[in-house]
């Protein structure tokens, strides 16, 4: 257990629902980031808070994804009208800025869009 | 091209052997993470290097910053450390820490 909590762990959904899922860092880590892996390949980047504010948006963030981060804690990500490409691994990360940004990883949330 | 390389892609190892995993990368870095990934999805740090060689139990990470390359060795190998393992950079450029990650590297030790 790394410290980093993500809800749920598995999803399954049909195409064109609305999706959210919740991340939990490690309280006094101020960075939070958001990954997704698919199946065989390494993580990609999502998208990243310091504090509240959301610094940064890979361009594979489409509207249909939206991220928050309301109080600098806890965060969210949500996907509207889900489609099948959607499916994949979202891991949450956390670090505290610093000389050396070790990031500790959630579990991942496991999403399927049949 | 992708900006980090990982070779080889599947690795399987008989118990006890010496295992190199290696990563080359193409853009500058400020800092070269390697990472564990069991089966399920957890993921945990197992070095950030930006010089030299790091050292904990049977692991050991090097890193060349002019070759940009770096491998990660496993000395007595056991078929608990059979995982993904994959190499990850923070560019000089990215001020935000974001990590670009190899595709992993697929390890399987046999008893």
């Known amino acids: 257990d790394t410290g980093v909590s993500q809800d749920p762990r598995h999803k399954i959904t049909k195409r064109g629902q609305n999706v959210t899922f919740r991340c939990d860092p490690i309280?006094?880590?101020?960075?939070l980031y958001w990954y997704r892996q698919t199946l065989g390949q390494g993580p990609e980047f999502l998208t990243y808070?310091?504090?509240?504010?959301?610094?940064?948006k890979s361009r594979l963030l489409s509207d249909r994804f939206s991220a928050e981060r309301p109080k600098g804690s806890f965060s969210t990500l949500e996907i509207q009208r889900t489609e099948q490409g959607d499916s994949a691994m979202y891991l949450c990360a956390s670090t505290r800025t610093g000389n050396y940004n070790e990031q500790f990883f959630g579990p991942g949330t496991r999403l399927t869009v049949l | 091209k992708n900006e980090v390389e990982q070779s080889p892609q599947n690795l399987t190892a008989q118990e006890g052997e010496f295992i190199t995993i290696n990563c080359s990368y193409s853009v500058g870095i400020s800092a070269l993470h390697w990472l564990q990934q069991h089966p399920g999805g957890g993921i945990v740090s197992l070095f950030m290097?930006?010089?030299g060689k790091k050292k904990h139990g049977r692991l050991i990470a090097t890193i060349n910053i002019q070759e940009k390359h770096s491998s990660l060795h496993i000395t007595a190998s056991h078929p608990r450390d059979s995982a993904v393992y994959i190499c990850a950079v923070e560019g000089s450029y990215n001020q935000g820490g974001k990590l670009i990650f190899g595709q992993g590297t697929e390890l399987s030790v046999k008893p």
């Open positions: 808070f310091q504090n509240e504010a959301q610094l940064e």
């Open positions: 290097l930006s010089s």
């Open positions: 309280s006094e880590h101020n960075r």
